[in-house]
């Protein structure tokens, strides 16, 4: 119906996050309605705030942080995904807000949990603000490379040699 709002994978697959969804469709609708389940379909009764629907090609869908995190929480490789989709698709401070929004609600516990590891990964925010600002560019063909405190210390010569390699300055 007109109040109904995909969720979870079948939303993340909408937004580009996923390739497929496997599963069945998560569909949200408002505490106060009473649609009959359906085969392939699984329902959540809730209210949701404005901000966390957005339409895509004609169907509603929750907004990306909170698409985010609900199919975070329902993927066995969870913390990954949800750092894949900051990383490319919604910004932190949208998946935050989502999850403020939707505090209290089954599976804000979860989400407390994938933030705080989000939040804490190697991942810095001066990292996520050049991921935007090459995109904004329109920068291309670029990847990130992860060393640690003890590849810069310990073993730099490596570090340099496969930063040379990545841009084509191998020898």
Not at 95 to 112: D, K, T
Not at 124 to 150: C, D, M, N, Q, Y
Not at 153 to 164: C, E, L, N
Request: proline residues 4%; glycine residues 10%.
């Amino acid at each position: 119906g007109e109040t109904a709002v995909v969720a979870g994978p079948a939303a993340a697959q909408w937004h580009g996050m996923l390739d497929s969804a496997a599963g069945p469709v998560d569909l949200t609708v408002p505490s106060a309605a009473k649609p009959r389940s359906r085969a392939g379909m699984r329902l959540r009764r809730r209210d949701l705030a404005p901000d966390d629907v957005v339409e895509r090609r004609g169907l509603r869908v929750t907004c990306g942080g909170l698409t985010a995190l609900e199919t975070a929480l329902v993927r066995s490789d969870g913390s990954a995904f949800l750092d894949r989709a900051l990383q490319r698709y919604v910004p932190f401070t949208d998946v935050y807000a989502a999850y403020c929004r939707n505090l209290g609600c089954s599976g804000s516990a979860g989400m407390c949990r994938l933030l705080v590891a989000a939040a804490d990964r190697a991942d810095s925010v001066a990292e996520r603000v050049l991921v935007g600002l090459l995109r904004a560019a329109k920068i291309g063909g670029w990847a990130v490379l992860r060393f640690t405190w003890h590849d810069l210390t310990r073993r730099p010569h490596s570090v340099v040699a496969q930063i040379a390699a990545a841009v084509g300055l191998a020898a």
